[in-house]
């Protein structure tokens, strides 16, 4: 894996190309500004980019947009956790950045060093992102038909249906596709994408601009509740636990869970506890396996649960590994999985489909659906 770091700070770059060359199978390039960085990839195209955004000549969203529209690249923002980079960041990943990792403005080579966990693997995910060439992100999305609001209830009375998402590399994406059609009365949702701390306050936000749903980062003891999207906080697990007839989280500090904090399988494992066969989990783009354990618990406890088909996702892992060990129940082009969720959170009733050639890979063909045998 080739890698070029794209940073004004002489800091960043000498502090990121050490701790990158000491992995074996990595080679390093650096560049203190976007024209420096362009010569360096006609010189030798790196499989991924590691790009500041505020930058002296030309300013990341620039470079971004550039290299998106005429040679895509995969691309992880390394940005400010805190200033007008925050917002920008979040901006770059609608124009095809496929990943954000924080930098604080003091203790810079502290923290590089500290977080090269997080930093290798947001590097070797997006070395295997599946990007495209585009210049700006879709508009807002036509809401969806949904079934009617009574019918988004459960058979247990007075308690709504929960839908739990989970998400990693190109996540930010996805989500913003699944949400953006969703009604104004959908069931609650509630999400972890994996992001630092900071950054998910910020993407909440904006997807609360985009959506008609109201999206914001998750506090403790919120309620989720029908028309709102809960998004859990970087650094931060989510739990969902009932509370009398309905459902509130818990946000919690505590270890990294498959490498994560927040974790997928915390979220997950929670809904399947708390909600049981009153809740529809989704898995969409995201490298590892972080998920694929609680998506399971979730079916295994009478949910609905649903993977992107890698057709759709930028890196296949987390949907894949959910597949293979048995959690899914159906495999779906993103651009269905909005209705998808909405039709299986207002019935319990199954659906008889015919499988794919390969169900096992999850490559359903964009017109088929596909749904497992319960064990």
């Known amino acids: 894996m080739h890698v070029l770091v794209v940073d004004d700070s002489a800091v960043v770059r000498h502090t990121v190309s050490t701790l990158l060359t000491q992995e074996s199978d990595i080679t ?18 790196p499989d991924v980019i590691l790009l500041d955004i505020e930058m002296p000549r030309m300013d990341g969203l620039t470079f971004l947009r550039k290299i998106m529209s005429e040679d895509p690249v995969p691309v992880v923002i390394c940005s400010a956790l805190t200033g007008p ?20 403005k003091v203790g810079l080579q502290e923290f590089l060093y500290e977080s090269s966990v997080t930093l290798l693997d947001a590097l070797r995910a997006a070395a295997r992102a599946h990007v495209l060439r585009r210049s700006d992100p879709a508009q807002k999305a036509s809401v969806v ?20 998402i989970g998400a990693s ?13 969703m009604p104004p009365h959908c069931p609650g949702i509630v999400i972890v994408q994996h ?14 601009e985009l959506c008609a749903v109201e999206v914001r980062e998750a506090q403790d003891g919120d309620e989720v509740c029908s028309g709102q999207v809960l998004i859990a906080p970087g650094n ?17 500090d505590g270890p990294l869970v498959a490498r994560h904090r927040p974790s997928v399988n915390v979220l997950f494992s929670s809904v399947a506890a708390a909600a049981r066969e009153n809740a529809v989990g989704i898995i969409l783009t995201g490298m590892g396996d972080d998920g694929a354990e609680g998506l399971l618990e979730m079916r295994r406890a009478g949910a609905t649960t649903i993977a992107q088909d890698e057709k759709s ?6 949907p894949g590994k959910a597949i293979a060990r048995g959690a899914v129940d159906f495999v779906l082009p ?28 999850g490559n359903a063909t964009r017109a088929s659906r596909w749904r497992a045998p319960r064990m």
């Open 28 to 45: 390093v390039d650096a560049a203190s500004d976007p024209f420096i960085g362009m010569r360096k990839m006609a010189e030798r195209r």
């Open 334 to 361: 993103l651009d269905q999985i909005a209705s998808a969720a909405l039709r299986e959170a207002s019935s319990t009733a199954s659906m008889e489909i015919e499988p794919p050639s390969n169900p096992s890979t």
């Open 195 to 208: 992001m630092p701390e900071m950054f998910t306050g910020a993407f909440a936000r904006r997807l609360n």
């Open 313 to 318: 996702c930028v890196v296949f892992g987390m």
């Open 145 to 164: 038909a949904a079934p009617a609001r009574s019918a988004l209830h459960s058979s247990r009375p007075g308690i709504d249906p929960v839908i739990a």
């Open 85 to 104: 980079g925050l917002y920008d960041s979040v901006r770059a990943l609608e124009l095809g950045a496929v990943d954000i990792v924080g930098k604080p």
């Open 236 to 252: 931060r697990h989510m739990r969902v636990h009932r509370q009398g007839i309905k459902y509130a989280v818990q946000v919690v």
């Open 169 to 181: 590399t190109g996540g930010t994406d996805a989500i913003r596709e699944l949400l953006a059609p």
